[in-house]
């Protein structure tokens, strides 16, 4: 075993040790429930969880039902009176119960299509969206950048790369020393930690964090849930970091009198946020920001935040509840006399950019109002108008030349996987049938 996975043998067993057995986390664990698990039972399932972390595997039945489910909504964590990270401890004994029935090629396999599938989506779109000079300097190795502050972006944001530029808007407005760095060269590796291919996410997550030692930075701000949570607790608990790892939103509240000095006169909005919690104290963040937006309203909505800790990843194997979630929104924000949505992170924008085409109201990420406020943002999100599915043409005009700038080619072929990728996801959406036939005809005229 390497000495990455033997940390993470001890910090389940350290869970192991100090969890008491009252069995709160699975009581209060909301996909457990989804599936139909009893509540009752929660002793055994977690006098399961501690068996498999002390003896190994497999895991008994209920507990790898529980394994199977989890969608790291951390409900479990913030339920523990011991305050141990049971998502982390989850998360761990999924690993190793999937190493106990599967030879580790059969989870290299799976997450290498997946990785592949995601980077060619992430790429055509990134491409079809952001000049190159912008692209180049995101992918740019992280341990050649100088910056006191390294903006990690990730990977699938640049699906809805409109958000990246307005971060960099709202750093640039703060006259901070920054680079942004991302793409999937500097991947956290969650596919691969997700199928058991430690080995592999060794080479890839671990190695993408110790990037960012290396290039120096002392504040390394993280825009993806799904990487903040990975670093959290797959990298930063195994080893502390020479860096500040936070996430952007904590890091702009934080700094919200520096921001509100910069704020320009806004034009009047209602607003509700889409909010999930389990990842730190973004929501706060967001809604302290937003609260101090000249002539923004926040309209509070009950909401089922604690489902997931955001859309899409490993909520999207809850497709009914997903749906019920982003309708129960959009139609509670109409009925509230809402203007507009905000979203927290791209995948939920990604789901929800589509709500325009059936409900009146707008729909945008947090970065957008922020980096709008302070005078500059204003960059075109062609990732709503292809989920929205009214008129292409200036979507396809971007494309075009965004396309020849990067000198990338989409075939017929290409179009019909990315629609796949992007309508077959849980979401708002309109017609689909006008991305493919628009983008179809782009991919005949090349
Ligand atoms: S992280 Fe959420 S879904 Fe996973 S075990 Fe904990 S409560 Fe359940
Ligand atoms: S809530 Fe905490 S102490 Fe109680 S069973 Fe779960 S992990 Fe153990």
């Known amino acids: 075993m390497s000495a990455y996975a033997d940390r993470l043998e001890a910090l389940a067993a350290e869970a192991a040790d100090r969890c008491t057995g009252c069995g709160m986390c699975f009581e209060v664990c909301p ?35 529980w394994l199977n489910a989890c969608d790291g909504s951390a409900r479990c964590s913030d339920a523990c009176p011991e305050g141990i990270n049971v998502r982390q401890w ?78 960099m808007d709202i750093l640039d407005a703060l006259q901070l ?3 942004v760095v991302g793409g999937t060269a500097h991947c956290c590796g969650v596919y691969q930690f997700q199928e058991a291919d430690l080995p ?25 849930p799904t990487c ?14 020479f860096f500040d790892l936070a996430h952007i939103s904590e890091f702009l509240a934080a700094n919200l009198d520096a921001l509100k000095a910069r704020f320009v006169d806004q034009p009047k909005r209602r607003v509700v946020i889409h909010e999930h919690l389990g990842i730190g104290a973004t929501v706060d963040s967001i809604r302290k920001l ?15 935040s604690g489902f997931s800790y955001a859309c899409g990843g490993q909520a999207a194997k809850f497709k009914d509840r997903e749906q019920a979630i982003h309708r129960g929104l959009a139609e509670g924000a109409v009925a509230a006399g809402a203007d507009t949505i905000v979203t927290m992170y791209h995948s939920c924008h990604r789901a929800l950019a589509g709500a325009e085409a059936a409900y009146p109201l707008r729909v945008v990420n947090f ?36 396309l020849a700038d990067n000198g990338v080619h989409v075939d017929e072929a290409s ?29 005949r005229e090349q």
Not at 36 to 55: F, H, I, M, N, P
Not at 290 to 304: F, G, K
Not at 371 to 399: F, I, N, Q, W
Request: one cysteine or more.
């Open 177 to 179: 020393d920054f680079d």
């Open 415 to 443: 179009v019909q996987s990315l629609t796949a990728d992007i309508f077959n996801e849980t979401s708002l959406a309109g017609s689909r049938e006008a991305f493919a036939q628009a983008f179809t005809a782009l991919a």
């Open 31 to 65: 996909t457990a429930r989804e599936i139909g698990l009893d509540a009752g039972e929660a002793k055994a399932r977690v006098a399961e969880l501690s068996a498999l972390t002390c003896d190994g595997g497999p895991a008994a039945d209920g507990l790898q039902k």
């Open 90 to 167: 989850v998360t761990i004994a999924k690993l190793k119960a999937l190493n106990a029935v599967r030879p580790r090629a059969v989870g290299a396999t799976n997450a290498a299509s997946r990785f592949r599938h995601m980077a060619q989506a992430v790429r055509l779109l990134a491409s079809m969206q952001l000049p190159s000079e912008t692209l180049k300097k995101i992918l740019e190795p992280a341990e050649r950048r100088t910056a006191e502050i390294l903006f990690y972006t990730g990977c699938n944001v640049l699906r809805t790369p409109h958000i990246v530029l307005n971060v």
């Open 367 to 402: 970065t957008d109002i922020l980096a709008e406020a302070l005078g500059r943002g204003g960059h075109p999100d062609y990732y709503r108008l292809y989920k929205a599915g009214g008129s292409m043409d200036e979507a396809v005009a971007a494309a075009r030349r965004f």
């Open 228 to 241: 903040t949570k990975n670093f959290d607790e797959l990298e930063k608990d195994v080893e502390e970091p």
């Open 290 to 304: 937003l609260s101090a937006v000249p002539n923004l309203e926040l309209v509070e909505l009950v909401q089922d």
């Open 200 to 224: 592999t996410y060794e080479r890839m997550g671990h190695r993408t964090f110790q990037r960012f030692g290396q290039s120096g930075a002392s504040k390394v701000l993280t825009w993806c």
